[in-house]
DNA sequence: GTCTATATGGTGATAGAC
DNA sequence: GTCTATCACCATATAGAC
């Protein structure tokens, strides 16, 4: 991918966040990379393939963090704590590109309108990975159960509701707000810790 | 509220939910109205107040909820699981309108383009209704852990966590899915123990 | 209270200069 | 590879009939 190209889908990621893919026009996307739209219709063909590409970008990401943490040694439960902690922190540090990836759920949920069928496969394809990222906790959730290390729970209730704590933060998290590394860092363990020890308090840790 | 403006605003918040905002059109809403866009004009000034009193509806539905649940017997940590209870079981009864708030926030977040001064002082209480209700949970929760009830967690992070898992069943949740108010029941009891118990399991009881 | 026009402005996409 | 100019279309909102 030609730096060129990168550039246009981390602003259009930006205009997608902020307006949401109908509210925001080529124009828009232009404007803030300080040019025309003749730019952006060179490298994608259309708006919503513009818009494809960065969900595209934004599951990649996902998969780049989560990935390595499947394979960290130790028993089912910290691997799992590893992937939750990978995935929390790459919620925060690619926040403007998993907003975008939320609202293509949202696009492939309700249909998608006008679209060519190329474009309907695209989304389609996106959407499986998104369920096949959401399978990698499903079952390593059932390993750990499986091992004991788990409380007896629905998997796919609780799957979605911890990971559903952690994809919140896509409307709370505001990574203007001068955030470090670290501070990302104790923010993702705060979270990971709120979901796997939950309110209670422990008699021992 | 007249029972055609109450109806308007139910299909109106079907429209906002499945398309956004933006992408909605009043003629989309009157389409499903089985009308035309004049009878929406004479009840609403426009597709924002449209908008707003959906969102208000939404927020007075969930306020509605949870404040008999905050005063219920029991210690603190009782009355907040009661209210998580109430929290988690609106969200599923009333999906379609949850949605159009959580869309809300979000144009609050990002500002709102052109609208009129009294439209964004509208907006800004809605925000602030908000805000009240996590308030209602971050001040339980500090009685919780103040009586030793809850564990030692930063409480305006472990609220967001705990809020984000009950409402990420917005993007989720199918209530077109022949869901009996039993098995929404079931569905919430699911989520909240996930959160409260967390996903390790406990040695006693 | 609801409908049928219609005025007005913006948007996606293309064609062709440079 | 980027820009300017332009077309065809769609949406908000209004005016006025009924």
Redesign the interface.
């Known amino acids: 991918m030609t730096s060129s190209k990168i550039e246009i889908l981390a602003k259009a990621a930006e205009c997608f ?7 925001t026009s080529i124009d828009d996307v232009a404007r803030r990379l300080g040019s025309t739209k003749g730019r952006i219709y060179h490298h994608y063909a259309s708006k919503t393939d513009l818009f494809f590409e960065v969900h595209r970008e934004g599951m990649a990401r996902l998969f780049a963090a989560v990935e390595p943490a499947c394979a960290v040694d130790g028993d089912a ?1 910290t691997v ?1 704590r590893a992937m939750l902690r990978a995935h929390a922190r790459a919620m925060l540090d690619n926040h403007t590109f998993e907003n975008v990836v ?1 609202q293509g ?2 696009l492939h ?3 998608l ?1 006008p679209t060519t069928d190329p474009q309907r496969r695209t989304l389609s394809e996106l959407i499986a990975s998104r369920d096949a990222f959401e399978g990698l906790f499903k079952r390593q ?1 059932a390993a ?1 159960r499986q091992a ?7 998997i796919s ?2 799957v ?10 896509l ?2 998290y505001r990574p203007e707000a001068d955030r470090s590394p670290e501070a990302r860092d104790v ?1 993702a363990e ?2 990971v ?12 840790g």
Chains 1, 2 share one sequence.
């Open positions: 966040m902020e307006q949401g893919f109908h509210a439960l799992l939320a759920v949202q949920r309700f249909g309108g959730a750990a004991g290390l788990l409380a007896e729970l629905d209730i609780a979605k509701t911890m990971l559903g704590a952690l994809q919140w933060s409307f709370w923010l705060q979270m810790t709120t979901i796997i020890e939950g309110l209670r308090p422990r008699a021992m």
